[in-house]
């Protein structure tokens, strides 16, 4: 709602209820009434007695005076009217902010309303967080312009490092790798690969492919149907495709909140572990999670401490200070937020489980905003459930580099190609802002990237492709914003739907070099490359290609 539209329907609105409750006095003197009033009241100085009345109809009567000059008398009362909504318009477009949040906090749930405010504060500090308004410096002619040659440096710079068109030895650490599935296979195309590694990977294959599953069922039916099948309902669904009985199912929460991701947790004889499954975003409420993207360090033993922390600051603050030495976390706000929601609501039914059941051992499993959840709440849990495993699938970025979950060794991050949010933070968004600025002022460069990389990617000359990774090496030195990446060990899946088996690969990557631009191309938003029935059947066809 635009502030034009939102001044109209307030002073539309006052004078509606003015006018009725003139006619009938007993009308608005209900609870509910009150109480909105109160509010009103509370929130908006504009109905207080600093501004002139122009809501109360009776105050404003026309008084007739005599000019000096002799002339008709004159109804000053509606040039004080006049001035009287003037002064109301301005009063609400300096409080149009506070009349936002007011609206949200009497709409929403708390903790709705306390994201809105969150996500207004991060947009309001776009600046403070390095992203430069490009859309308002530039015309549209730079910009589109801009955006297609930043998008043919990179695409360039990409092909001329994956085919080694450097030659140059540090191009091996832009994606130093072990290829999954030659060492499933047997085939030692590392030196250091050894028997136990070997069998260790087939076993992580076959759990990413079986744990893809629950990740999928986590949407529930009707999200199923974009696979073309049909469970009726999610119990089904889960029962069906995983191959449980109802008894196994323990917990389950299908429709999440603010902070709080639709979740299960199940009981997984066959291989004897208790599996918690979190969704991904799939609501309005999830979306505003999704956005609440500023950093926020945390305890990986909050929960243990959280009685201790609550007595004196001197000794909380030693207590944070003691246990961040030990293990050093930050992460994405608003998954933060979900993890401890989803901790708070879990944490007795998986620690009773698991004490009765000493030979099973703890998984947390999460597609997208599911996958970050899990992985905070897997190093929060770190110390709490020994044995503990994370697996992620199309999981965002979590948090930075060089501190908890990022670094973490029980989390499995499976990243596939293209896929929309391996590479979108909050840094991600400044660095590109800084870099098309960059793009946009500088007409030559532009015009240069243009006519280096007119022709298709595999027709440029070799020169030209040096010259682009050169180019795009210099402008990365002007990214130093700090960035969010896909937690703990990633794995990097490539593969079409629709495609063969044998173009299916899964690649470990270090995600701070392959992501640490976010990159500019058609499918950029292409939704279809991160949703879970992607990764569900590569990874199928990843564990069928070794079998």
Known sequence: MGKRTLIFMTLLLSFSVTAISSKNPNIFRSTRFRRLGSKIKEKSSYFTNSIPDVISLKKIVPIETKSDEGEDNVPVGVDRDKKSISLLLSEVKERTGDLQQMIADRLLSKESATAVKTIRKIINDFPDHGVVDIFSLYSAKELVAAILALSRLQRAAMYATENNIMNDDDDEEYISSIDLLSAALGIKNNDDLNNDEEIYEKSLLADLAHYSIYAHCAYGWKFGLLSGKLHLGDKAMLKKKIGIEKQHILSESWKSKTHLPAYFIVRDENRKKIVLTIRGTLSAKDVLTDLCAIKEEFLTHEEEMQGMLNQTSITSDILRKTFRSKYESSAHQGMLQSSRGVAKATRKIIA?????????????????????VAAILGSIWKDT???????????????????????????????????????LSLGHLADASIVLSKVCEDKALRESILNRTALDIDELDKDDLKWCVQKLSELEKKMTREKFFPPGRVLYMKGNLLGDVEEVSLTEINQAKLFRMLRIHPRMFDLSLHIPHRYEVLLSRVLDKFR
């Open 385 to 423: 459930f020994p044995g503990l495993q994370v697996y992620a699938f199309g999981c965002p970025c979590v948090g930075p580099v060089n501190a908890y979950p990022y670094k973490s060794d029980s989390i499995i991050s499976v990243v596939g190609e293209g896929d929309p949010f391996s590479c």
């Open 352 to 372: 009773t489980e698991l004490s009765a059941r000493e030979d099973y051992d703890l998984v947390i499993v999460g597609h997208s905003l599911g996958g970050g």
